[in-house]
């Protein structure tokens, strides 16, 4: 049976799409993990990056963190945190948000650090404070990249948060890890499917936000 075969069967099954296993259901607690590990990682890297990036400071740290944190395992922090911890959500939400934090802190900090300092010199000579200069000059100028670590950060969170299904937990890696387990690969794949459109439905959400968010100027000069 090919694969087109599997997700025809998968999807066609009436039976995918009620009760606590349903399609819906898992979906939602994808979504919910996803949402939370996001907002926890933005919390960490949006407001260190923006500071790093404006005071010119801290890149080396900014470069440590972010190795440090893709060079860890999801899935062997996601046991340690297992073993740890024990059963719950925490330790879901440790390997993704590690995994998250890089992105994100990296191209926030790059995108305000390589804004044109003229308008930036411009604001400080008219007597704009700090704060000011951040959110009103370089923030509008650097947020199509940070938008674009934001994306990424949220599909990688998206395409691992499957791994919440290895700690008894739910979501769209329910049906990978249980279909492995029956060996139901009509499952497996069908599973993987919506992972993918999951995937591709968050690339088609940024892609709006920066569309809505992004000054046209700005955008332009981006492209």
């Known amino acids: 049976m090919n694969v087109l075969h599997y997700i025809s069967s998968f999807f066609s099954d009436s039976s995918h799409w009620h009760g606590y296993d349903g399609i819906p259901t898992r979906l939602r607690e994808h979504i919910q993990y996803s949402l939370i590990a996001l907002a926890i990682a933005a919390a960490i890297g949006l407001p260190v990056g923006l500071l790093t990036g404006h ?7 900014v470069a440590f963190v972010a190795t440090a944190g893709r060079a860890l395992p999801s899935f062997g922090l996601l046991v340690l ?26 191209t926030t900090y790059e995108a305000v650090r390589t804004v044109d300092p003229s308008p930036v010199d411009a604001a400080r ?25 934001l994306r990424s950060a949220a599909i990688q969170i998206v395409s691992t948060a499957t791994i919440a299904a290895y700690v008894s937990l739910g979501g769209l890696g ?13 499952k497996v794949v069908g599973g993987a499917s919506l992972v993918a459109i999951l995937a591709l439905v968050t690339l088609g959400f940024f892609w709006a936000v920066a569309r809505f968010t992004v000054s046209p100027g700005v955008r332009r000069r981006a492209l």
Do not use: K
Not at 55 to 61: A, I, K, L, P
Not at 138 to 149: W, Y
């Open 55 to 61: 005071t010119g400071r801290g890149g080396n740290t």
């Open 81 to 106: 945190m297992f073993v740890l911890l024990g059963l719950g959500l925490t330790p879901v939400m440790i390997p993704l948000v590690v995994l998250a934090v890089p992105p994100i802190l990296v």
């Open 125 to 149: 000579g008219m007597g704009m404070a700090e704060s000011r200069v951040l959110f009103q000059v370089e923030l509008p100028v650097a947020l199509p990249l940070i938008l674009s670590g």
């Open 174 to 186: 329910r049906y990978i890890v249980d279909g492995l387990y029956q060996r139901n690969y009509e």
